[in-house]
């Protein structure tokens, strides 16, 4: 039987945009990254068999980047010309991660990976797009054929009127951000494939999935994620200040990183008040736009446009920008869209909605960061059903980041 | 390109066996058959290439039966050890189709069948196979791969609706009675694939189709036709009292030839009050059935049922059937056997609603026998929208059999 996961590329883009930056600055960092199945109800240790993913956790170790990949990133230029430095690429070339850990207990899944940021790093979106893989394959294979064809084809409908609305608002940018919470790829390499035919490049503007917008000529999307700002607090951790000015550490290392072109800052780790309170009025003026990951998107946009407008930003004629990407399906974009789309540019990185609506519930997994230079880590975000770290650390970040929200919503996915 | 037809076995199983009896009894009777497109309001000559549907046509003409097919209609034994003869099944081998007719006239395609009637009574169903997938294509051609992708799905869904009633109520017993009006070759041989596989043949018993039967090893089905009665009517042509007596005449040839294997008879040729008239009270008791194939479903079995109790036989107790076979879907097949099953056996001859229900309107299209022995033919039917023949000829026969009704219901199918 084939694997799920057969090319290093078959990742989420900004893993090589973080992950450079990483190996530039903190390659050797000691982290620890643990997934978690926020599905509680779901035991995935009853479903999934230890050897099933075993057997694809060991293949991905065994992984190397080819020479197309490699000329590939080599010659990305959407957001900077050869933005990948022959370094980097060369460690990639030479990328072992480390192995594993796995073990089940009881109805539960443990599965962590520790070792150099710089290449555990990598195992975040495999890990996940292996696991709700192997967890949709266990229902299907209890299908007969002719089952399965109409859960295909359940899909191709859902899909389908997903489709329709979009073209009836070609205002409406999106992106794919569906890897990690695929059904399959199949699933999302069919996905791509429609959406590339189906949309100019204006509308729907490419997929977070390296190896699918190569294989369909798309851009590959995305920028930086929560464990940026995490592990750089476990980096910092000297002192709460220390801790608090970690955020703005991230930004500015981005920056001078990428600069203009990947210049969307994650808003919620520690929740989006802070956030606009540790931007600055420059890095508002320099920065494109923001990505709104959890809580009210609508109080979010208001925040936003607040927040430029304080700084004397139109956001509009200044070309803001908000990438929406929590939890989207079409109904929610549509009114996201009306909203917001003639005070400040908006887009949309849709993820499970888009790559995983064939009928099944689809699961809430994640795998996060967890410790980094022995110290626990913690994500807060504006919705604390989000949140990860321990009760006792979670409560000290609050109080170093003046976090008051109490908003708790069970997470879609 | 591929063809539509591309084997003689993918035809209706009826063919063959009215075929052997016509082979037998009147193979040289000149015959003509005529294309009739009965809902109008489609100017299928505007949407249909004259070029395709010639280079589809041609290539019937071009098939022979291969060896296989000659095994396989050689060792057909459901309803009779060996039925097929030896000297039948060599005319088919070197079956020879008289050339077609074809004009487009306008909007109206205009194609006839002449010649002997053991040859000339294979292109009926090819024909209407034929259409009826140009005519689809045309429309499959103006979408976009997805869009298709998306027709199919809505197909397999409505399919899987059906399956699922099926499957609650395990004791209606169907058959596949779609060739002619089938969406494609493809859709139909996917809707036996997966009727073979998900259903025990007690309950699906088989298809019409016999290129399909073989491939998906299921029983062949069927019996006969209108155009045994119409052709017979046709060559019995010295009186009224003749015409009228052609139709019991051809009851007579069948149960010689068949027997109890294929003993269903085909009721409204000239109205289903004739039919229940003319069958003598000995072929009541003989024949296994009877097939209702126009006019209220309802009112027929019930005239059934009054019809085999006024000759003494107990429909329930002495395994009376009847096969329905009329413009069905499945809240009818359903509503038909609660009212029926507990009185008589029921089946039911699924036609367009079971291989051409993909979202698209379905066509009313029809090959009839026009004329035999140069006498022109005539249908009634229990549904006037489907009499066939001359108003005048039409009035005569109603007098002949003394038809009385005046239901007229526009087809679905």
Redesign the interface.
Known sequence: MSYIINSLLDTDFYKFTMGQLVFKHFRDVPVRYAFKNRTAKVPLGRIIKEADLRRELDHVMELRLGNSEYHYLLGTYEYKERMFREDYLQFLKNLELQPYELRYEGDAIKLEFAGPWSSEIQWETMALSIINELYYRVYMERL????R??V??????RF?RK?DVLKKNPGIVFTDFGTRRRFSFDQQDYVNG?LA??FPATQFRGTSNTYLAMKHGLTPMGTSAHELFMVMAGIKHNSDESIRQSHNEVLRYWWEEYGYGLSIALTDTYGSDFFFLDMTAEQARQWKGLRQDSGDPFDFGEKAIKFYEKHGIDPKKDEKIIVFSDGLDIEMIEKLYERFHDRIKVTFGWGTNLTNDLGFPALSLVVKAVEANGNRLVKLSDNLAKATGDMDDIARFKSIFGYSGDNYEECKY
């Open positions: 007969s054929e002719f089952e064809d109409a295909h084809a359940e899909g191709v409908l389908k489709v429609v035919k189906e």
